[in-house]
Every structure is written in C-alpha cells, then in structure tokens.
Nanobody, 121 residues
C-alpha cells in the first residue's frame, strides 16, 4: 500500500516560519504531481501549492512570494517552506500525490492525514 505522512506543523506567531514535510512510502513505481492543500475552519479544502515531477510549480495567489514548495524525488518527499505567516494561514495542511504503484497501470490520488498549522500571537 501507499501512505503519505506529514510532519512539521505547529503553533507559530504572525511573521514566523514553518517547514512542512511529507514522505510517501510503500510500493511506489512513480510519483507525478505532489502538492499541499489546506482547509481552514468553515472553508473547503483548497490548493496551496503544487510541483510536478519536472519541478514546475504552481501557487495560490494568497501564498505567492511567502511559501516555497520543493521535492526530493530520490526520497519521495515534498516540502513546503512557509515564511511571513499570517493568522489567515491557520488551517489543517494536507499532502497530496499522484502515484503509480508497482503492478498498476494508472496513477491514483493519495492524501496524508493532515497536520495542523496555527498562526497566532
């Protein structure tokens, strides 16, 4: 099976930084796009940033110039460096990946369990 495991969330003051990590494990043949989504109180889950296997990136307008997504293809990991954090960044952050498992011909969409990020003074 395939699992995504996030880490790095927590409580930070406005203006602070956090770095989220997500590791994919299991019988992985190939990983295509990886990304981070978030869901704040009363909101739907929304894309924060994504990165292709070719390292092209995409960001939500609200996080451009503050957040940076990166990945380590050798370790099947994706990261989200979050700087200049604001209270409105408070949410549960979810890792997402498009993965082909060994023995399967098509990619499937996988989610992590989520990690809480709280920005508050």
């Amino acid at each position: 099976q395939v699992q995504l495991m996030e880490s790095g969330g927590g409580l930070v003051q406005p203006g602070g930084s956090l770095r989220l990590s997500c590791a994919a494990s299991g019988r992985i043949f190939k990983i295509y796009d990886m990304g981070w989504y978030r869901q704040g109180p009363g909101n739907e889950r929304a894309l924060v940033a994504s990165i292709s296997s070719g390292i092209s990136t995409n960001y939500a307008d609200s996080v451009k110039d503050r957040f940076t997504i990166s990945r380590d293809n050798d370790k099947n990991m994706v990261f989200l460096q979050m700087n200049s954090l604001k209270p409105e960044d408070t949410a549960v952050y979810y890792c997402n990946a498009q993965i082909i498992r060994y023995g399967h011909g098509i990619s499937q969409n996988y989610w992590g369990q989520g990690t809480q990020v709280t920005v508050s003074s």
